[in-house]
């Protein structure tokens, strides 16, 4: 009961801010790799972050928080993306002042590097780092301060959750050479997705990188009760995981090599 009291109190703080201003939250689309990315801004101080940019939507992103009047400090990668190149090389030359950010995990350049536990701080707003590695070894998830929401990028999906069977070095490839492989990065997704989101309040709200059936959002709870794949045992999931022969992203030779760089760093002519 206390717990929910401060639950609520939290929420209120962070969603509402003192001056009972609500977050500021677009969600926009880029329809080639199906990824969603998220522009959030504290109406106040015109602070803002985005999360997941595409660098072919780069320019729709920059225009947009021009527009509202925003100044964007960060745009961040949940992870080291391998369907198409990140916005946030571009971004940071669209939009000076801002920073390019992705966990130290990925392996991947960029101005800031987080780790699980790192707050990313916007007004009166904070993002959480919460590692969730399997997908990929630098995935993470942002929860917003008040736990009303989270960015879940490949690690959860409405329904579904990102695949496991890129190799993981220096660089993601595909195919990962044997099941072993793809087992471990199975095992290792299904307990972060449990650990480090089905822990999440169950109204906290998912919001994933990806759709490719034309939802939009989720819950933890629905998640947590009717996710096909995250609600089987460790066992069953890890057998599903290792037979989806899934085909191979088809940007993944130029864009996974363009994210180590943190995508494209200037406007091309
Ligand atoms: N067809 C797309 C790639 C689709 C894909 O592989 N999506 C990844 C997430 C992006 S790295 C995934 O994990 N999918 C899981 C699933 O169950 O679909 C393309 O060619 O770009
Ligand atoms: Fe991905």
């Not at 522009?39 to 527009?67: C, F, H, N, W, Y």
């Not at 997908?135 to 998830?141: A, S």
């Not at 709200?205 to 034309?214: E, R, S």
């Not at 290792?242 to 406007?267: E, H, S, W, Y």
């Amino acid at each position: 009961m206390a717990e929910a009291v401060l639950r609520v109190a939290r929420r209120q703080l962070s969603q509402r801010g003192g001056s009972g201003a609500p977050i500021l939250l677009r969600q926009m689309f880029e329809p080639v790799s199906c990824t969603f990315t998220y522009l959030l801004g504290d109406r106040e101080s015109r602070e803002a972050v985005l999360i997941d940019p595409v660098l072919e939507t780069a320019p729709r992103d920059a225009q947009l928080i021009k527009e509202l009047g925003l100044r964007l400090l960060y745009a961040v990668n949940t992870h080291c993306h391998a369907d198409h190149i990140t916005g946030s090389g571009l971004l940071r030359s669209l939009l000076p002042g801002c920073q390019s950010v992705i966990s130290r995990l990925s392996g991947a350049q960029a101005d800031l590097h987080i780790e699980d536990g790192d707050s990313i701080r916007f007004g009166r707003f904070a993002l959480e780092t919460r590692a969730s590695p399997g997908h990929t070894p630098g995935c993470v998830t942002f929860v917003l301060n008040d736990h009303s929401m989270a960015f879940t990028g490949d690690a959860l999906l409405i329904r579904g959750c990102g695949r496991t069977d890129f190799q993981q070095g220096d660089q993601l490839l595909y195919p990962a050479q044997d099941l072993h492989i793809v087992t471990c990065c199975a095992k290792t997704l299904y307990h972060s997705v449990h650990e480090k989101i089905f822990t999440l309040p169950g109204d906290c709200l998912i919001y994933p990188a990806h759709d490719y059936h034309g939802f939009t959002v989720s819950t933890v709870e629905e998640e947590r009760t009717l996710n096909p794949r995250l609600t089987l045992s460790c066992e069953e999931f890890v057998k599903i995981m290792g037979n989806l022969n899934l085909p191979k992203p088809q940007q993944i030779d130029f864009a996974v090599p363009a994210n180590m760089r943190c995508g494209v760093q200037t406007p091309t002519a």
